[in-house]
C-alpha cells in the first residue's frame, strides 16, 4: 500500500507556473504507474497527465505542451511542472498511484488517490 501526498497548488495569475509535487510512502515507488487528475467546481474529474514505470509519458490534449510530468524515483515523488496557465487550469489536482506496468488515463484503472492540492489561476 502507498499514501500520497500532494503539495505545490496555490493562487497565480495567467500565464504564470506551478511546480505540484507528490510524495509517495513505501520502498517500492519505482514499481507504481503514476497519473495527475484535475476536477473543477462543478465538472467531472479528468486526466491530465500519466508516467509509466520506465518513464513514458501521456498528456491530456488540453494540457499538452504546457504541463510535464515527472518521476524521481530516489525521492519517491512525482511532479507535474504546469507553463502557461489559464483560468481553465483552475481545480484540485490529484496524483493516483497504481502497483503496474503501461499507464493510463482512466481514473479507475488507479487504486491509491492523495488528499488533492488545489491551483486557482486568475485572469
Known amino acids: 500500500q502507498v499514501q500520497l501526498v500532494e503539495s505545490g497548488g496555490g493562487l497565480v495569475q495567467a500565464g504564470d507556473s506551478l511546480r505540484l509535487s507528490c510524495a509517495a510512502s513505501g520502498r517500492t515507488f519505482g514499481d507504481y504507474r503514476m497519473g495527475w487528475f484535475r476536477q473543477a467546481l462543478g465538472k467531472d474529474r479528468e486526466f491530465v497527465a500519466a508516467i509509466t514505470r520506465s518513464g513514458i509519458r501521456r498528456y491530456a490534449d488540453s494540457v499538452k505542451g504546457r504541463f510535464t510530468i515527472s518521476r524521481d524515483n530516489a525521492k519517491n515523488t512525482v511532479y507535474l511542472q504546469m507553463d502557461s496557465l489559464s483560468p481553465e487550469d483552475t481545480a484540485v489536482y490529484s496524483c493516483?498511484?497504481?502497483?503496474?506496468?503501461?499507464?493510463?488515463?482512466?481514473?479507475?484503472?488507479?487504486?491509491?488517490w492523495g488528499q488533492g492540492t488545489e491551483v486557482t489561476v486568475s485572469s
Open positions: 493516483a498511484a497504481k502497483r503496474d506496468y503501461g499507464l493510463s488515463m482512466r481514473a479507475i484503472d488507479y487504486d491509491y
